[in-house]
């Protein structure tokens, strides 16, 4: 199963990458993700389309790859 980022590029377990959108974050009391953000260390999930990962004001997140690029 590839997992693939907004530009297409394969991301792979451990990857980094950065936010290509703000996005407000549900249930985190209106916390928003700056396009720019830098994401460390992100886990692939069993659907191609997500990736799990930790954000610097929000634990355990789920993003889906069209807002990611590859860093």
């Known amino acids: ?3 693939k980022d907004s ?3 394969l ?10 959108k ?4 549900k249930g985190s009391g209106g916390v928003t993700l700056k396009r720019g953000t830098l994401i460390k260390g992100i886990r692939l ?3 191609p389309a997500e990736i799990e990962c930790r ?3 929000v634990r355990d997140l789920v993003l889906r790859t069209e807002f990611v690029k590859k860093a």
């Open 55 to 57: 954000a610097e004001k």
């Open 1 to 3: 199963m590839d997992v």
């Open 11 to 20: 991301l792979a377990d451990g990857d980094n990458v950065i936010l290509v």
């Open 22 to 25: 703000d996005l407000k974050v």
């Open 45 to 47: 999930t069993d659907d």
């Open 7 to 9: 530009n297409g590029t």
